[in-house]
T-cell receptor
Framework: DAGITQSPRHKVTETGTPVTLRCHQTENHRYMYWYRQDPGHGLRLIHYSYGVKDTDKGEVSDGYSVSRSKTEDFLLTLESATSSQTSVYFC?????????FGEGSWLTVV | KNQVEQSPQSLIILEGKNCTLQCNYTVSPFSNLRWYKQDTGRGPVSLTIMTFSENTKSNGRYTATLDADTKQSSLHITASQLSDSASYICVVSRDYNNDMRFGAGTRLTVKP
């Protein structure tokens, strides 16, 4: 699992509330990624980070923000959750030329 | 448009049989192509990675092929096992990992 831990693993929240998902890694990998996975779609990149305080937008970044204040943690924040953000969120890291994924965070916005 | 299309969407086979999954892509420029296996409720796990110059790569009972001219890849599973039941995802990178395009996956079910 390349030392990736996501939390929470499952969350139900109400529309309009803020939500933060945490990705923690233990091996000082430089590159970290947040993806969402929805039925009928491939994994889609939300944001990625290439170092502390260095982040960039992905394909579906609207409605999401990220922060990386230390190497081991990459946070994904939904400032005001909407039902369209109900999804499974995967954190990933890059090791050499392989991408390793975490176990996922299931988010339901009601 | 940089797309990755996988077929079939789903497949059911009997244990012990072989199968082949397809991936067609329009992603350009091409850097590499990966196949991932994703068990239900888990994150994807890498099976193979191929660059432009590689046309075949094996990982146990899994063999991936790549035809960069026709922009097609296949994943062949030999002597399937119940544990092969999973989604198989094709991923094509445009540059060094930061622009990866994912197919929607093929859901494989292996029945006894």
């Amino acid at each position: 699992d390349a030392g990736i831990t996501q939390s929470p693993r499952h969350k139900v929240t109400e529309t309009g509330t803020p939500v933060t998902l945490r990705c923690h890694q233990t091996e000082n990998h430089r590159y970290m990624y947040w993806y969402r996975q929805d039925p009928g779609h491939g994994l889609r990149l939300i944001h990625y980070s290439y170092g502390v305080k260095d982040t960039d937008k992905g394909e579906v970044s609207d409605g999401y923000s990220v922060s990386r204040s230390k190497t081991e943690d990459f946070l994904l924040t939904l400032e005001s959750a909407t039902s369209s953000q109900t999804s499974v969120y995967f954190c990933a890291i890059k090791l050499v030329n392989t991408i390793y994924f975490g176990e996922g965070s299931w988010l339901t916005v009601v | 448009k940089n797309q990755v299309e996988q077929s079939p969407q789903s497949l059911i086979i009997l244990e012990g049989k072989n199968c082949t999954l397809q991936c067609n892509y329009t992603v350009s420029p091409f850097s590499n192509l990966r196949w991932y296996k994703q068990d239900t409720g888990r994150g994807p796990v890498s099976l193979t990675i191929m660059t432009f110059s590689e046309n075949t790569k094996s990982n146990g009972r899994y063999t991936a092929t790549l035809d960069a001219d026709t922009k097609q890849s296949s994943l062949h599973i030999t002597a399937s096992q119940l544990s092969d039941s999973a989604s198989y995802i094709c991923v094509v990178s445009r540059d060094y990992n930061n622009d990866m395009r994912f197919g929607a996956g093929t859901r494989l079910t292996v029945k006894p």
